[in-house]
């Protein structure tokens, strides 16, 4: 069974680069046609779709985020990465990686991370 971890920094300044590491295991990122994921819930507010990657290496990003994300994969490690650019504090969330095999936007997705929480803050 597919297993998704997140990993990266907890505190990150304002206006610095967020990036974010999903490392996947159970199965290659490469393999089969799959959508990766990242998703993030700020405190008190819902899920919101950042973006994805394909195994071919397609990306999709939310409007709303698109001029600060940048997603890729990295097949070597067979990890997928977010970085989050211009970041303020209102991107202070809980940050989810996850796998799909449709194109989703919305919850539920198959496979989630356990997520990580990441705080913008000087």
């Known amino acids: 069974q597919v297993q998704l971890q997140e990993s990266g920094p907890g505190l990150v300044k304002p206006s610095q680069t967020l990036s974010l590491t999903c490392t996947v295991s159970?199965?290659?990122?490469?393999?089969?046609?799959?959508?990766w994921n990242w998703i993030r819930q700020p405190p008190g507010k819902g899920l919101e779709w950042m973006g994805a990657?394909?195994?071919?290496?397609?990306?999709y990003y939310s409007p709303s985020l698109k001029s600060r994300t940048s997603i890729s994969s990295d097949t070597s490690k067979n990890q997928f990465t977010l970085q989050l650019s211009s970041v303020t504090p209102e991107d202070t969330a809980v940050y989810y990686c996850?796998?799909?095999?449709?194109?989703?936007?919305?919850?539920?997705?198959?496979?989630w991370g356990q997520g990580t929480q990441v705080t913008v803050s000087s």
């Open positions: 990657t394909t195994s071919s290496g397609s990306t």
């Open positions: 996850a796998r799909d095999e449709v194109f989703r936007v919305e919850p539920p997705h198959d496979y």
């Open positions: 159970g199965g290659s990122i490469t393999s089969g046609f799959y959508y």
